[in-house]
């Protein structure tokens, strides 16, 4: 049985939850939990009595190719006991989730992934990508600074949690996969860290304006004993934790910044976009150094017809897709998906030959623009009636960025 739980099965869902990740949660962490239990976003499995598996799902906007916005449903924390897997206690609880969410008009499925290999069976594909980098500060210089860069000020965190989500809230607007921040995700990120680290936040201000922010912390990796503030500079490592940035001349004022700030060797990033311009703002490209290159947010397609509908395509153009789809039936035939100059579609069953044939999972990795269907197709999953219409493909679902999401969830 799926079900919600109740308020007096809190403990036994976040039990669930850590046996299944191996981890034991803060007290913070617990009281956003219990936070979501009682909101109603929990759904849990129940086996004989006994609560087996539980999810996490709530409803966000989520940025589609072209700037439309599209009801998503954001999915976390997907638990299963270590003592009842492959029983079919995950498959009920997306069962349910996908039912449930293609009843509320929900387009789109996202998670980010614990494991690789879980989610392809359940038509989920890598809709995004993400790279982690690393400058060391010596190395790291801008090429070039441009006339009337924005002030850059640091803002204190009442100033912070007051600016920061409506700076947020339009920026998330520009780049295909950007999901809305929860209030929840709010306070998860900009609560102080917990040990030594000390977080600041940085602003790029033109007229009066904020126009963008950066989140960073200060560490150290020296022995234990040695307080922070005493730590070699050698020790001393920036970690940034979020750099939104509503134009390009806040983009270069933030990491102006960034790379300026003393006492510290290293500079590193979380998860970025893969297209980071950073690069050839620096006078040696090299000084951006990979650490990581993985995949981000994971995508879901729940009403094909109308998620193909919803975004926009690069220039006039038609195509007609085979699909299938063991989860969701209604995804599963054949559409015809006729662009017009402007870049809307419409979508509509059709009876002429497939131009492509693949799964909803493949469309799930090209549906933001993170995949080629020349890619796609190389590697199996999707096939071709010609070259000509992975050309044609290519042309309509391409992106001038990389999509990315920048709220965890």
Known sequence: MIRRPAAHELDAVLEIDEASFSWKMSPAERARAAESVEAGVVRVAELGGELVGALGAFSAEMTCPGGGLVRAVAVSNVAVLPTHRRRGVMSALLAHLF?????????????????????GRFGFAPGSFAATYRLERGAARLARTAAGQPAVRLLRPTEAAEVLPAVFDLARRQRAGELERTPGGWAALLEEPTGPAARFVAAAVAAGEVMGYAIYEVVSNAPAGCAQPEAPVAERVARLVELVALDDAAYRALWSYLIGVDLVATLVTGPRPLDEPLRFLLEDPRALEVRRLE????????DVPRALAARRYRGAGSLVLELSDDHCPGNAGRFALVVDASGQASVAPSGEPADLVCDVAALAASYLGATSWWTLARAGAASAATPAALDRADLLFGTAEQPFCTPGF
Do not use: K, P
Not at 100 to 108: D, I, V
């Open 99 to 119: 039912a449930e969410a293609r009843g509320s008009g929900h387009l789109l499925c996202a998670l980010y992934a614990s494991e690789g290999g879980i989610y």
């Open 295 to 302: 995949d981000h947010t994971w995508l879901r397609l729940l």
